[in-house]
């Protein structure tokens, strides 16, 4: 079956614009997570939606970034105001949930965004 | 607060021969997984292998097993018969069972050699 897409999959940003970043998870996946990977680093979490509700949005770094999820499917991350260390892959990660070994996340291809 | 430490920023291996990820974790919760993920170079994060803190033995999958040692929370990652599409970024991982949200380490660059 299908992964966990996203979109654009490469994206440069002047500094100061806003960016959109898409997330179609696995169909049936009630949870869904996004994380940003700056170059040699692990991913850190951003946020993560049950279904429609964003139930944790702690690692949003600043005021700047929002998400969405208004279907409890597609999700969006949106970027305003771009700056240089936005620069980073965002991954999207959807899982069926629960805390055991079936909340494995399986993650997307992630979209690089260069800020310039 | 959860912590994953993993030490070794690069591993060069033969091929056909075992290695050792060391993964190391801190965490005040009793109860909480681990995850290995692999992530070559066209980027998607790719599971491994997972094991419960409460789990009696130690979790393998093929070629991977996990040596899980509780006392020294360590969760280190097994690799055996390594082969050239073995070369990648592996990541150790946590997630306490009352959240969702994975931490993970820095990452170790284990590049396979012919």
């Known amino acids: 079956g299908a992964g966990v897409s996203q979109s654009p999959r490469y994206k440069v940003a002047k500094r100061g614009q806003d960016v959109a970043l898409r997330c179609d998870p696995i169909s049936g996946h009630v949870s869904l997570f996004w994380y940003q990977q700056a170059l040699g680093q692990g991913p850190e979490f951003l946020t993560y939606?049950?279904?429609?509700?964003?139930?944790?949005k702690s690692g949003l770094p600043s005021d700047r970034f929002f998400a969405e999820r208004p279907e409890g499917s597609v999700s969006t991350l949106k970027i305003q105001r771009t700056q240089q260390e936005d620069s980073a892959v965002y991954l999207c990660a959807s899982s069926l949930g629960g805390a055991g070994p079936e909340g494995e996340q399986y993650f997307g291809p992630g979209t690089r965004l260069t800020v310039t | 607060a959860q912590k994953i430490t993993q030490t070794q920023p690069g591993m060069f291996v033969q091929e056909k021969e075992a290695v050792t990820l060391d993964c190391t974790y801190d965490?005040?919760?009793?109860?909480?997984?681990l995850f290995w993920y692999k992530q070559p170079s066209s980027g998607e994060m790719i599971f491994l292998i997972y094991q419960g803190s409460y789990d009696q033995q130690n979790a393998t999958e093929g070629r991977y097993s996990l040596n899980f040692q509780k006392a020294r929370k360590s969760a280190n990652l097994v690799i055996s018969a390594s082969q050239l599409g073995d070369s990648a970024m592996y990541f150790c991982?946590?997630?306490?069972?009352?959240?969702?949200?994975?931490?993970f380490g820095q990452g170790t660059r284990l590049t396979i050699n012919p």
């Open positions: 991982a946590m997630r306490n069972r009352g959240a969702q949200k994975l931490v």
């Open positions: 965490t005040s919760d009793p109860s909480y997984g």
């Open positions: 939606f049950q279904n429609e509700a964003q139930l944790d």
